[in-house]
């Protein structure tokens, strides 16, 4: 089985729409992908109406959380979308990014850049607005040659000349709330340090100790060294191990599958979930 338990659709920051990221899926080789846009679940009835046979849908969010000034990234897997606690959360940090990207975009016009709103309100499109926006609207100017070229101190990385802060959940209280929808929680990216400042090992532990499930390893933003080390970490603390892509489509030059979870966690995984069961395809609509 091949698995890759981080995707992004047009929901928020990917550029496939939800149907042609399973479809892509399928076409890569994938028996089970995931839907983890950020901080929305609009994505999953037009997944579900286009799974293609033989493609398992895991549906799940990107929340974005922030501990001690650092901002980070609780993927959540198999939860109760309309669970109200979890749901009014999500709907917090969603109605702040308008607000905030909009703070950015004039924080670039102060720096001579001349990005819109309305460009940044065209290319997301709908979805769940946010910093990757801004960044594409950045190449679009030719300001930078990549979406990751934007996210450094000069631009929108965190304590950038252009970054805005807006409103991120305590991860601690993150779990509990997955948790309570019956989800399961796996920390993002965890050694990703070219996004910033990341989270200390001893918070990991104590997110371990609040029923955090696992953290994600395979990613394209850890080294070797880093997947060691966290790999290392996740043993100590019995932790699940994931990989994923982070597939965002045009976005990101990752493809799907790059990065895969093995079968027994994911199985781990659907086996602790109790608020919504993977999605098997039928042959789409």
Request: charged share 25%.
């Amino acid at each position: 089985m091949r698995i890759d338990l981080h995707c992004h659709s047009t929901a928020s920051d990917g550029t496939d729409t939800p149907a042609e990221l399973v479809l892509g899926a399928a076409a890569a080789g994938l028996d089970v992908v995931a839907l983890t846009d950020h901080d929305t679940t609009r994505g999953y009835a037009e997944a579900i109406a286009a799974l293609p046979e033989g493609l398992t849908l895991v549906t799940g969010a990107e929340l974005s959380c922030r501990v001690d000034g650092v901002s980070m990234h609780m993927l959540a897997y198999l939860f109760d979308p309309e669970e109200p606690a979890l749901l009014a959360e999500r709907e917090l940090v969603r109605d702040d990014r308008v607000p905030r990207a909009r703070a950015m975009v004039a924080k670039l016009a102060e720096l001579g850049v001349p990005v819109t709103w309305e460009q940044v309100e065209r290319i997301a499109a709908g979805g769940s607005v946010g910093r990757p926006h801004v960044a594409t609207a950045l190449v679009e100017l030719g300001v930078v040659p990549t979406v990751d070229d934007a996210f450094t101190e000069e631009w929108l990385a965190d304590g950038g000349r252009a970054f805005v802060e807006k409103h991120e959940t305590d991860p601690f209280e993150a779990i509990r709330l997955v948790k309570g929808a019956g989800g399961v929680t796996v920390f993002a990216h965890p050694a990703a340090v070219k996004r910033g400042r990341t989270v200390p090992e001893p918070v990991i532990a104590e997110m371990a100790a609040a029923g955090l499930d696992g953290i994600e390893v395979d990613h394209m933003d850890h080294d070797a060294d880093a997947r060691a080390r966290l790999r290392g970490l996740a043993g100590e603390l019995g932790l699940l191990v994931t990989g994923s892509s982070d597939y965002h489509g045009s976005r990101k030059t990752v493809s799907l599958g790059a990065y895969t979870t093995d079968p027994e966690v994911y199985g781990e995984i659907t086996r602790r979930a109790t608020g919504a069961f993977p999605v098997p395809g039928t042959g789409g609509a």
